[in-house]
């Protein structure tokens, strides 16, 4: 079983977004813990009217759970609100890597930041019923529990408004922590509370899954058993396993254009027209050199 740091410094050594990088779009305050604000960054379309009624993705980042931030996808917020959907990236507490805590905080940061956007959707300009979720690896792990599960609410929330996504984009998603899987040093014997892998069933939103064969934190081979046992409950799930790729092999580079950033987001683009959340063909391309 890989320690948190071996997981740590798999994930710092994977190209990723400058630390040096801001969140873009428009700042709201989500939620207030006793530790802090939580924020979220809301990325609208130029031509954007608050009376629209606009599909929407919620984006988690990477990290393990114990570090980053809400950067790793503003190249493709910025993209998909070109393409016409409100895109938002949320800030969620993190674990002292030092512990071996459950990743509850985030579980519950997750919920509230989707029950936000979903009860002020009339002033986003947001669809309520078209609200995605999406992330990366730890943030795929996110993304996943909101698609499929119950549980982890935060106090104070109002748990009348449905903390679940309609569609679900997942970029080598640690969705997977049983026994000898990433991540359940945290979990234990809570594994199936947190684990979307073991909660599969009938009625979950349609989903992409994009991940790497070479990758060293969630084996191809679960994603694919993943998708075969969402398919046999009656759910859409579309796996794509990139061959040769490693984990994160999807983010942007700022020093250097990625390739595999402009492929698996035209993937992502594509998807949603499928589901007729976007309309036309997909505009990313890769720059010319």
Known sequence: M??????????????????????VGQ??????????????????????KAEDRRPAILFFHH???????PTQFNEQG?????????????????????????????????????RWVRANSEKLGIDPNRIASGGGSAGGHLAAFLGMMDGFDAPGDDTTISARSNVMILYDPAFDNGPGKWGHQRVKERYKEMSPFYN????????????????????????LAF????KQAGNRCDAIVYPGKPHDFHNWNAAKPNPDYYETLERVDRFLISLGW??????????SK
């Open 63 to 69: 990290g393990s759970w114990i570090v980053g931030g």
């Open 200 to 223: 599969v069933g009938p009625k979950q939103p349609p989903s992409l899954i994009i991940v790497g064969e070479k990758d060293g934190i969630i084996p191809p081979k679960t994603v």
């Open 78 to 114: 910025k993209y998909l609100a070109t393409r016409g959907m409100v895109a938002i990236q949320v800030d969620y507490r993190l674990l002292d890597r030092n512990t071996n805590d459950p990743p509850i905080p985030c579980i519950e940061d997750a919920r509230s930041s989707l």
């Open 2 to 23: 890989r320690s948190v740091v071996l997981i740590g410094l798999i994930w710092l050594s994977v190209p990723g977004p400058s630390a040096a990088q801001k969140p």
């Open 27 to 48: 700042e709201h305050v989500y939620r207030k813990t006793e530790s802090r604000e939580l924020k979220l960054y809301v990325v609208s379309p130029v031509d954007w």
């Open 227 to 230: 998708a075969e046992a969402m």
């Open 278 to 287: 976007l309309t036309g063909e997909p505009t990313i391309k890769m720059p």
